[in-house]
Structure formats: C-alpha cells, structure tokens
C-alpha cells in the first residue's frame, strides 16, 4: 500500500531554516502530484507547496512564497520542503500527501484537503520567537 513518511521537523528560533523530508513508496507515481500541508495550532489544515512527480512544476501559498521550496528526487523517491526564514505563525504539523491526476493534465496542483488521496501522519515545526 502507499505510505508517506514525513521527517525533518523540530524546534527552531524564528529565523531558522529546516528541510522536511517525505519517503513515499507503494506506488508508481506517474502523473501524480506531491503536496504539503499543515496544521496549526487551533487551525484547520492548509496548503503550503505542492510539486508535479513527472514534471516538478510547484505552486505554493501566499503566505510561504520566497521563504518555503518544494521539490523531489525522483530517482530517490523522494520530496523536499525547504524551509527558510520561519516564523513562529509557520509553527505547525507538516503533513506530506499525495494526489491523483487521472486526467493526465500536466497544470494539475490541486490545493484542497479532499483532493489528495494519500497522508503521512505528519511531522512537527515548531518555531519560537
């Protein structure tokens, strides 16, 4: 079965940097897309970066732009997210997860909850000021 293995999370003064790490398997990822979300304190679960499998075409929210990177390493199976310049309101549950393009549409990166399929249990960011 697919399974998503998040990592990387931890306790860092705002400022910091930090490299999540996801390690999915089960699956043929084709022309699937790679997301990230997370989960604050009190908060509902948001989008914050998601990366095409094939093409590596990314989309982030607002609120990351220039500070979060998302990629992956295809060989390896693997995907990032590079976090840079943290700020304590970046404190949360990073969760990796996965969503099917079955239309094949290569400017598919869906951003809500229900359209992706597969979730690792989450990793925790925790930025202090």
């Known amino acids: 079965q697919v399974q998503l293995g998040e990592s990387g999370g931890g306790l860092v003064q705002a400022g910091g940097s930090l490299r999540l790490s996801c390690a999915p398997s089960g699956r043929t990822f084709n022309n699937d897309i790679m997301g990230w979300f997370r989960q604050g304190p009190g908060k509902e679960r948001e989008f914050v970066a998601a990366v095409t499998w094939r093409g590596g075409s990314t989309h982030y929210a607002d609120s990351v732009k220039g500070r979060f990177t998302i990629s992956r390493d295809n060989a390896k199976n693997m995907v990032y997210l590079q976090m840079n310049s943290l700020k304590p309101e970046d404190t949360a549950v990073y969760y990796c997860?996965?969503?099917?393009?079955?239309?094949?549409?290569?400017?598919?990166?869906?951003?809500?909850?229900?359209?992706?399929?597969?979730w690792g249990q989450g990793t925790r960011v925790t930025v202090s000021s």
């Open positions: 997860a996965v969503a099917i393009n079955r239309l094949g549409d290569l400017d598919y990166i869906p951003v809500s909850e229900p359209e992706y399929r597969y």
